[in-house]
């Protein structure tokens, strides 16, 4: 007899906990969030990536009614705040914005890295992708290209090119332009694009594959000489693609994911996948980062991995074929 009320107990116990368990995650998720949430950039204050990520905080805390915050992590060629990130808790508090060197790159550069890509992080969304541009300061003399390749050859090292660090998307464009043509150039790392772009303008490096100077190109203080890609990007019509100059197999461009830390509850992830979708989608919320030179993606989880799941198959082999890596 006691045996039989103490299996039908059980029982009970199990049937009842099983049906709280969806209820209180739903729970949980209605009433998140209830206090401040961050987004973590691992970036320098100052760039488009950073430009970015307060335009959808912004988004995000009027949806929400709580303030979003931004928080610049920068170093570690984005592994400071990428890490930061991974180790926080799971709750949807803290977000991060993803690179393609911290999603992508770093683990093809490093031997040894404090988080995993594909098992400390639960991805939301792409957010946005960008093409890349080749800038560079008066000073250089080419006016297109083919150009630029020719003098480049002619002066191999002689000209310096900025990036956000080892992996990052400027860089790994620059590699492909160098891979593809067989110039030399030497490669300058910077912690953010801001810094950079003041390098650039003052002429301390010369050439940069980059989107946030397109405001110095239309001022003529830098030239653009041509964007990585197939096609003429629609918001800067008069500047020719690399493909009608004659480089028909070299598109390069960049991109920003959102992630949270491995184990988000499923219902806080859609919520913010959700949320975030419906920020992207808001005119004037495309409008602010079209004037970066960003085009708002969105999507879901899934599409986000099977996205990344390609992009470090070719950011891998770029990598591969220029024996870049960084030691500790």
Known sequence: MLRSLRKALISFVTVVGLGLVPVWTEAMAQAWPQRPVTIIV??????TADGVARVVAEGLGERWGVRVNVENKSGGNAIIGTDAVAKSPADGYTLS??????QAANPFLFDKLPYNVDKDFTGITLLATSPIFLVVHPSVPAKNLQEFIAYAKANPDKLSFATTGYGSSFHLATEQLTQRTGIKMTHVPYR???????DLLAGNIQVAMDVSTMAQVREGKLKALGVASAKRYEGEPDIASFAEQGLSDLE?????????PAGLPADIRDRINADVNAVLAKPEIRARMLTMHYVPAGGSAADLDSFLKTERAKIGEIIKVGNIKIQP
């Open 42 to 47: 691992p970036l320098a204050a100052g760039g």
């Open 97 to 102: 914005m993803g690179l393609i060197t911290s």
């Open 252 to 260: 390069a461009g960049t991109w920003l994911s959102l992630h949270a």
């Open 192 to 198: 953010g694009m801001g810094a950079a772009v003041m």
